[in-house]
C-alpha cells in the first residue's frame, strides 16, 4: 500500500458514487439535531406555551406566522446548504450545514417542504407553494373530478383535454388565488 486512498470509495462498497454522497450528506444532516447553535436558536425563538395545553414551549413559523409546538418547529437554514456531490463540495456544505444562529430561520412542516421544493427546482417560494398547491390537487383528484372542476371555472374541453394541460389550467387558477390572498 502506497498510502494513498483510493478514490472511488464508493466502488470498494459496492454503492455508485450518488449512493456514497448520499450516506454522508444524511450522516452530516443527522448530527445537527445535535448541534449547539442550532439548538440555541431554537430556544431563543421559543416561549412558554399557556397552561393545560399539550406543548411546552411554543414558536412561530417564520414565513406564515403558524403558531406550532417547538417539539413540530423546523430550523431550517436561509443559505440553504446546497449539494454534496463530489469531495470537493464538502467545505461549502459543512460551513453552511454547522453555520452560527443568522442562518437559521424557523419553519412549519408545510413552509418547510416548499422551501426544499423551490431550492431543489430553483424556483422562488412562492412560485413553489403554487407548485405544491397543484401538485395535491392533481394526485388527490381522478381525471373526471378535476375536468369537473375545471369546468366549473369556465375552461373548455379543449383546454383540460390532458394532464399536461388541466396541470396548466390548475397553476393559473392558483396563481389567480394567490394574487387574491
Known sequence: ?????????????GWTKSRYFSFIRSALRSATMKYPAKQKFLNEQSRKAPAG????????CSECGEVMAKS????D?????????????IERFTSTLFCGKENFRVLCKNCNEIYAYSDRKNIPFKEAQVEK???????????IEQKKMLLKEGYSIGAI???HLR?????ELEKRKSQVD
Not at 483510493?6 to 466502488?11: A, V, Y
Not at 413540530?72 to 430550523?75: C, F, L
Not at 437554514?77 to 463540495?89: A, M, T
Request: hydrophobic content about 35%; aromatic content about 6%; some cysteine.
Open 133 to 143: 398547491r397543484v401538485i395535491a390537487i392533481v394526485s388527490k383528484c381522478t381525471v
Open 167 to 171: 396541470r396548466k389550467c390548475f397553476t
Open 77 to 89: 437554514h436561509i443559505i440553504p446548504c446546497g449539494k454534496l456531490r463530489n469531495f470537493s463540495d
Open 53 to 60: 395545553g399539550r406543548a411546552k414551549k411554543l414558536v412561530d
Open 72 to 75: 413540530n418547529a423546523h430550523v
Open 1 to 13: 500500500m502506497d498510502g494513498k486512498l483510493t478514490n472511488t470509495p464508493w466502488e470498494d462498497n
Open 161 to 163: 383535454s390532458n394532464a
